[in-house]
């Protein structure tokens, strides 16, 4: 393999890359996603009363942190063309943990800690039915999805634990002093960096494409298959389970039905940001953009008294579009150099292949 | 080897049609609304922008509940809004409290899907000056300025009472169809109900409670064996809205329609059919119009400063007079609505 690549690069005609530095950073999906982004905000500063007051920023960002979060693991595993649906579940199952231990006289710390972990095993579950038993993660979780959800019912029944130390939800609600940004946004921001560089600058990293484009390649070039997917449901569960814990401080609410139906938010909005539910195809700052976009879009439309359901129906069509979008500039380019090859074909005689 | 295989997507015109999308959709929207959208009133005078917040939004109870809210603002001159999530989840109301509080309107009116979690969010739009009103479900009393209550567990119990013997002619055998044995909205009716018989209707005699779990084939089949148990039956009350239907379907089958009576807790849409074929002569339920119209003046009197919510204050609501804050800050609608065939096909919910 190494002999072959160093052979190619020594006798290659074409150039490393097609296109020049400049459309390869701003020609691409998230690109696109980050100016809506901005159009979105700058839009809404210009025509709807109220969006500039620092409690938009303030509310957006504490609303949607759940889902930047949990965002962060989802962009690994869709990119490993696997998809995790119990992720809300296990926001549930762990908001019930904390309530239950908390109201048991745990201190918090240690109530929240042990609903991390109780995340971590519920990912670890989904990961060992997906990578040991060989399940397909679709059907794995969505039973799980189910599965978590019902513990979570079942622990607490329908009544809620509403008491929490007021230190800790003060923690969780508090902004950054002097900003009007929360403070849920320093772990998040610790933990996006640091997904950042795990899939974009590590060999681990590396793989996640590899194994998302073409998974038989990818085991065949030594890459742990298998171990690399428990990780990232390991992860997926853990992250969640944190998510979980904020969840409950946020809201001050342990619930058992609580963020029912999140997975679908999380999976909507790392598809818009970028990511190719085919596998192989994403980047991080497209998954965080397309979170704040539908976020950002949600907050503004509210504001400007439109009701919930056409936010919805927007936050569709958008998506859709971004979708279709995305298979139709890829038809677009197909024909395209296919028309240049034809092209090439007619006016020399066709270059030798290394 | 595989960087080389991914494919780039130059996206220049996807990004200028959505970008477009977005900002005509954008704009098209808050242009359509600016007018009822924004809070601000103008300096002088009270800001009489006043928000329904229900449960969700495409119910009919509370369509009909803001249907009486807006009248009454209409009434005296202030905004409607009515804004409210599509699933009546736990949380799914903050988002909403949230809006309202940076929109700074002048109150919000709030049915809370679930006592404590919205309560941190509606302290935070209390901060921010709105006066805030729950109706119809109450958060915890802290988290609000009042509470429009729509009926007590005396009104409730004392009216089912009250229409039984009514048309049994005041003696009899009756019995009691609820829901689950441990319902405790069921069960504390129905002990008053038992307290206020036993005190007031010495000739009626209550021979059975049995429980439909408010499942409509159990409190069907209940309601079969309750008239074959007791030949002499002469009413039923059933305080429990899917109770009341089921009963009431069985019995405008049977040849024990328009012999037996039938009343309690129901809704018109539910009900309607039967009060019209006979079956049914009279059943309760609070009128939820007149829930929203009562909301909206309480409201109006807090943004006015009229009332602060402390016990003893009192205001005017328009067309159903003065009223008082009880205890707690709660305000008591009255006694609970009857609806017969004279007044049933004015509602709808």
Known sequence: MTATASQTRAVRTYKAHSQPLWRRLLLTRETSVIALLVIVIAVALAVVPNFDSPLTVTYLLRDVAPILLIALPMTLIIITEEIDLSVASIVGLTSVMTGILTEAGWPFAAAGVTAILVGMVAGAINGFLITVVGLPSLAVTIGTLALFRGIAVGLLGTKAVTEFPEYWTDLAKDNIPGTPIPGIMVPFIVLAIAFGVLLHFTPFGRSLYAIGLNKEAAAFSGVDVGRTKFLLFLMSGTVSGFAGVYFTLLYSNARGDNATGMELSVIAAVLLGGVSIFGGRGALIGVIAGVLLIGTLGSALRLAGVTSDIINVITGVLLVLSVVSASFLAWLRRKRISAIGKKKGRSATSVDAP | ?349
């Open chain 2, 1 to 349: 080897m595989f960087s080389h295989d991914r494919k780039r997507r130059p996206l220049g015109v996807a990004l200028t049609a959505l970008a477009m999308g977005a900002a005509l959709v954008l704009t098209g929207c808050s242009a359509g609304n600016g007018g009822d959208g924004g809070g601000d009133e103008g300096g002088d005078g009270d800001n009489l922008a006043i928000t329904f917040l229900p449960k969700n939004l495409g119910n009919p109870y509370f369509d009909t509940s803001n249907a009486g809210g807006e009248e009454a603002i209409e009434e005296f001159g202030g905004t409607f809004a009515e804004v409210g999530p599509s699933e009546a989840s736990p949380t799914s109301q903050v988002s909403f409290i949230q809006t309202a509080a940076q929109q700074g309107v002048g109150g919000l009116v709030v049915s809370a899907n679930d006592p404590e979690a919205i309560c941190d969010a509606l302290n935070e739009a209390r901060d921010a000056g709105v006066k805030v009103v729950t109706f119809d479900s109450d958060t915890n009393p802290d988290c609000r300025d009042l509470f429009i209550n729509q009926a007590t567990a005396e009104g409730i119990a004392k009216s089912q009472v009250d229409l039984i013997a009514e048309q049994i002619g005041d003696a009899g055998q009756i019995a009691i169809l609820s829901a689950s044995a441990n319902a405790t909205n069921q069960n504390a009716w129905i002990e008053l109900m038992e307290e206020d018989l036993a005190a007031n209707h010495p000739n009626i005699e209550l021979v059975e409670t049995v429980y439909g779990d408010d499942d409509d084939q159990t409190s069907f089949d209940k309601t079969a064996a309750l008239l074959q148990t007791y030949p002499e039956l002469k009413g039923i009350i059933s305080p429990t809205t899917v109770g009341i239907a089921a009963a009431a379907r069985y019995l405008s089958t049977s040849e024990y329609k328009g012999k037996v009576a039938l009343t309690g807790l129901g809704t018109p849409n539910q009900m309607r059919e039967y009060v019209e074929d006979g079956t049914v002569t009279s059943f309760a339920l609070w009128n939820p119009a007149d829930l929203g119209y009562l909301a909206a003046y309480a409201t109006k009197a807090l943004i006015e400063g009229d009332i602060t919510g402390e016990e003893g204050d009192s205001f005017d609501a328009g067309k159903l007079g003065e009223y008082e804050v009880g205890a707690d800050g709660v305000v008591l609608l009255g006694d609970p609505f009857v609806f017969d065939a004279d007044n049933i096909g004015d509602f709808d919910f």
